[in-house]
């Protein structure tokens, strides 16, 4: 499909219309996602009328920004006012918010048009798209496998051709893991630099929000309208961020590359050969490339399993039915019956399970043991990157331990679930940027993803590595629809 | 109080600070208006806002910190857990282990200090109105909530388990009130719930050092309630005790109008908040500036205000003028007496008006400048006025906030009388009254009153009765140099 790079260009020149690009990409939806479902809902008047606001622009002489008219799919998480925004869960069925995310306000300044929203894990939790309360969402180039999780309808869309960007949020690799998994570009940037404002809350010092793209290019070019420091937000880093689109295609000649065996070592054979060759590529593309062991990866996933749950049992209080969303009256005059009542309908399997984990890991006796402890296991986590970081300039491994599976193998096996977010992990328990890049394919065919992890705000470096990557990528495998 | 125990006290005070807006976010923080119209994403809890701390509710916390002595340190937000409908996140954003102002003390008048263990930030909740036949929570049929006090900025000063007294208990939270209104943090209404106080006791037989096990009471809405639902819960656990029962640690409901406390929860019921740090925002740590600027700006406490009063009088002051001091400077008007002591006016004077006259009025928020207190009080101690007139006076220029004094006399027809008036009038009335003013004369003093009434009576009050009394002896002292 046509990049975001290219239409945007086509559109600020005039030679199509914003108009005419939405129109085609509803279009496309409309006809093609019965087989996916990666939408849960298109925001076709809406996304009309910006198109058109767009189309004014050009036609007045004025550039209406670096998206101009470039379709994007959202994550059903991030808040667009007026228009549902369910996160995947039947507790906000309903809820329409009053205000727009800070980074749909980005996208919109930006010319970008926000096409519909996307299916999700509920709340984001889960690996596979499969705990959404709408029902699942299929892979695009295998509608037997799942997308990954939890943004598996954004990385669907771009898959699938929809749209050429889409946004997710990732908070153990919900961005990265459903990229692989879909054979897309996705990207988690550094804790703190693209704002959290109207993202939905999992977990809170985990979650960011991200680009999925077809390229590397159109990756940076998206991240460089969501970055920036945001006064809503407390964790938003107040620096001005540096641009990253202008230096992607820069090459990696003389960058140190750590090939992290903890990041490869556990992961299926095939994905193994790929990042293998994605190191050798690097090599030849001039980067010095070693083998560096980080012991402490192996801790994140424990860590992380409690760290999310126990941000996320305190996130996910307020659901309880007073104010807005789903209300299940119990029949009785008290409102805790009530609250009982709207989560115990509202909540899917996996939401409970990890309110449970949560509640009882900040639990009076139990929290030194599981949450403080986890938080120590953090501090090792981000020490241990320092250290590596001080020999290399980046890491590289796999974004996921497998090709993607198929629907219902996993959902009955939580652990077998959360192990696909291992490799991605770390870089949310250390706040720093990651990418997975497809490169080629498993022994399924499937695509596999590398990924690429750098420091905290060297976003850069990290576009301008995952470009040559890219670059070198094996041609063919999984590129197209099923 | 039964002399064999004693009475632990510690006190929790929740104050509202008077920030333009709230703590997390923009919204306005007002008291009293339409029921949810001061309500953003943020404050209503909706799903993806966030919290971003209010520079001036730091500010007003470090004040109170520093007024009470307090070390202000690095400091973190935590949430504290709980489901309450008035609780939009169903968590309220608050200090925990790492509180902003800890280590301070609070000194009584007579010189006792009460520790102050910690003084930390938090959020207030949405305000519940239950509607049903009592108004009770148990009889309720539903419940209204208004969100325009959700994320109100609160200030807790917990206090250390000093006090021993009620007398103490009530002396703390007066002087805590006048502190806070003091630092221009909070207004201290206990009567607005900007100011409430829960208060934990036990009792332990005097001459112990161990702690009974204590009671949290709550809902003590005004100074009077707390003396009473202290001297209620001594008095109950004392008798449990003395009849080999056992005190249980719970939360108590004060029942202002029953007059008792009732359980609530019992620690086994208690909640378990869950606490673990915000991590929707940033650790808060005032640099070194900062603390020194707000220390730098603090104002005078009402300890020192009240030093300044009593040297004002000279002399120590009498049981009396102590509580007119207190008045005073609780009231904020010890600027009014200053200003007149500083004019000539005499002290006690102007003290007795401001404790009497300008305080009476001060429950229904009416105010006087200064210049207008210090012109009426120029104008009594000058004989302009008599002391009947000056209230009037002053009564005329609350209700319209200020004015010149000569002018409201004038328009009241309070006019001083000349001497030469005053003089005609004792003449007419010496005549009038012969036998009364020989037997004055001759030495029968309470014949004065009758004189001076008369002279009142017959200037229309216009007369300065000192200045009758001293025309009435100047003359009786005369006519007896003319007959000796």
């Known amino acids: ?482 | 109080m039964n002399t064999d125990w004693e009475m632990v006290i510690g006190l929790e005070v929740h104050c509202e600070l008077q920030t333009a807006t709230k703590l997390f976010c923009g919204c306005r923080n007002a008291f009293g208006d339409e029921p949810n119209v001061n309500v953003c994403p943020t404050c209503l809890g909706l799903p993806g806002s966030l919290p971003v701390i209010n520079e001036q509710a730091v500010e007003f916390a470090m004040r109170i910190g520093a007024a009470l002595h307090c070390d202000i340190r690095p400091s973190e937000f935590s949430r504290k857990n709980y489901f309450y409908p008035d609780q939009a996140k169903d968590y309220q954003i608050s200090q925990y282990d790492l509180p902003l102002n800890a280590d301070g003390w609070l000194e009584l008048p007579d010189g006792f200090r009460v520790g102050v263990t910690r003084a930390h930030m938090e959020e207030d909740t949405g305000k519940l109105t239950h509607i049903g036949a009592s108004g009770r929570i148990n009889a309720a049929l539903h419940a209204l909530v208004d969100y325009n006090r959700s994320g109100v900025p609160l200030v807790e000063i917990v206090s250390e388990p000093d006090i021993r007294t009620v007398a103490q208990a009530r002396a703390y939270a007066s002087e805590l009130r006048g502190i806070l209104v003091a630092t221009g943090a909070s207004d201290g209404r206990m009567e607005e719930g900007s100011m409430r106080v829960d208060a934990n006791v036990s009792v332990r037989p005097v001459g112990t050092d161990a702690f009974g096990t204590r009671c949290e009471i709550k809902n003590l809405n005004s100074l009077r309630s707390l003396g009473r639902a202290l001297e209620y819960e001594a008095a109950r656990q004392i008798a449990l005790l003395e009849s080999s029962g056992t005190v249980h640690q719970e939360t108590r409901h004060w029942d202002e109008s029953a007059g008792r406390t009732e359980s609530m929860r019992s620690k086994e019921e208690a909640n378990d908040y869950r606490y673990f740090p915000e991590p929707d925002l940033v650790p808060l740590a005032p640099n070194a500036a900062w603390q020194e600027r707000v220390r730098d700006g603090l104002g005078a406490m009402p300890a020192d205000r009240r030093a300044v009063l009593a040297s004002a009088l000279g002399g120590a002051p009498t049981r009396a003028e102590t509580d007119q001091i207190h008045a005073v400077v609780d009231l904020g008007h010890d600027g009014l007496v200053t200003a007149a002591a500083g004019a000539g006016v005499p002290a006690k004077l102007a003290l007795a008006r401001a404790a009497n006259e300008v305080a009476a009025q001060s429950d229904a928020g009416l105010q006087l400048d200064p210049a207008s207190f210090v012109s009426t009080l120029a104008m009594e101690s000058g004989g302009q006025l008599s002391a009947t007139q000056s209230k009037a006076v002053l009564g005329v220029l609350l209700e319209r906030g200020g004015g010149d004094p000569a002018a409201v006399a004038k328009e009241m027809g309070f006019e001083a009388l000349g001497s030469d008036t005053l003089g005609a009038v004792l003449d007419e009335l010496i005549a009038s009254r012969p036998d009364e003013w020989a037997r004055f004369v001759a030495g029968e003093d309470k014949l004065m009153g009758i004189f001076i009434q008369a002279a009142m009576e017959a200037t229309e009050r216009k007369a300065n009765g000192k200045e009758v009394a001293a025309e009435l002896s100047a003359r009786r002292g005369s006519e007896v140099a003319r007959r000796s």
């Open chain 1, 1 to 482: 499909m046509t990049t975001a790079t290219t239409l945007a260009a086509e559109v600020r020149s005039g030679e199509r219309s914003a108009r005419e690009v939405v129109d085609a990409a509803l279009a496309d939806v409309d006809s093609g996602d019965g087989a996916y479902h990666a939408f849960l809902c298109l925001l076709a008047d809406e996304a009309r009328a910006e198109a058109d606001a767009v189309d004014a622009e050009v036609e007045a002489g004025r550039d209406p920004g670096p998206l101009a008219g470039v379709p994007v799919a959202l994550k059903d998480n991030l808040c667009t006012r007026g228009a549902l925004t369910t996160c995947g869960s039947k507790i906000l069925e309903n809820w329409n918010p009053p205000y727009d995310a800070t980074v749909v306000e980005a996208l919109r300044r930006a010319g970008g048009i926000g096409l519909g929203k996307t299916n999700m894990d509920e709340f984001a939790m889960g690996s596979s798209t499969e705990n959404s309360a709408f029902g699942p969402t299929r892979n695009p180039r295998n509608t037997a496998k799942v997308p990954g999780g939890s943004s598996g309808g954004s990385a669907a869309s771009v898959a699938a051709g929809f749209t050429p960007l889409a946004l997710g949020s990732d908070t153990g690799g919900s961005i990265r893991q459903p990229a692989a998994l879909c054979g897309v570009v996705g990207m988690k940037p550094t804790y703190g630099r693209v704002s959290r404002y109207g993202l939905v809350a999992f977990a809170s010092s985990l979650d960011q929000i991200g680009p999925f793209a077809t390229t590397v290019e159109d990756a940076a070019l998206l991240f460089d309208v969501l970055a920036g420091h945001d006064p809503l937000d407390s964790t938003s880093l107040p620096s001005a961020p540096e641009p990253t689109l202008t230096t992607v295609h820069h090459g990696v000649e003389g960058i140190r590359v750590g090939l992290c065996r903890d990041l490869v070592d556990g992961c299926a054979p095939d994905v193994v050969a790929r990042v293998r060759e994605a190191a050798d590529a690097l090599a030849g593309a001039g980067a010095k490339v070693e083998e560096v062991s980080v012991p402490e990866f192996g801790y994140g996933l424990s860590a992380y399993y409690l760290i999310a749950p126990a941000e996320a049992s305190s996130n996910l209080a307020r659901y309880d039915g007073v104010r807005y969303g789903l209300r299940v009256d119990a029949g009785g005059e008290d409102v805790a019956a009530m609250n009982t009542a709207t989560r115990t309908a509202g909540f899917g399997a996996e939401v409970k399970r990890r309110i449970m984990l949560g509640t009882y890991a900040l639990s009076a006796g139990y929290y030194d043991a599981y949450y403080a402890q986890a938080q120590r296991v953090r501090t090792l986590v981000m020490q241990a990157f320092d250290r590596a970081y001080s020999s290399y300039d980046v890491l590289l491994g796999a974004t996921a331990p497998t090709t993607a599976f198929d629907v219902g193998a996993k959902v009955d096996d939580p652990m077998a679930m959360y192990m696909n977010d291992v490799c991605t992990i770390p870089s949310n328990l250390a706040g720093h940027p990651a990418i997975s890049v497809p490169f080629g394919g498993g022994a399924d065919g499937l695509p596999v993803g590398v990924q690429v992890l750098a420091p905290a705000l060297q976003e850069a470096l990290l576009f301008r590595v995952a470009q040559v990557v890219e670059t070198h990528a094996p041609m063919g495998a999984g590129a197209s629809r099923s």
